[in-house]
């Protein structure tokens, strides 16, 4: 589970999280995404990882959006 801010906030040596969850979750693992950004493509998408579910959590303040990402 992450809640990295994955967009434009982490400097670039730190973006290279997202290679290296790709690499521990190439074969069964699934990365599962908090996050309050509601717009915009998500960098795992960029990445190669696909979009299996998203739930917006209403509830939360800010509210927030959940997602779960496997290799495509």
């Known amino acids: ?5 994955l967009f434009s906030s982490l400097p670039a ?3 290279m999280a997202v290679q ?3 690499a521990a979750t190439v074969h069964e693992g699934c990365i599962i995404q908090f996050t ?3 717009w915009g493509r998500s960098p795992l998408i960029r990445a190669g990882y696909r979009c299996e ?3 917006l959590v209403l509830y939360n303040l800010p509210h ?5 990402f496997r290799s495509a």
């Not at 927030?64 to 779960?68: D, I, N, P, S």
């Open 1 to 5: 589970m992450s809640s990295l801010p």
């Open 13 to 15: 040596p730190l973006q």
């Open 20 to 22: 290296q969850m790709r």
């Open 36 to 38: 309050h950004a509601f």
């Open 53 to 55: 579910k998203r739930d």
């Open 64 to 68: 927030a959006k959940v997602e779960r």
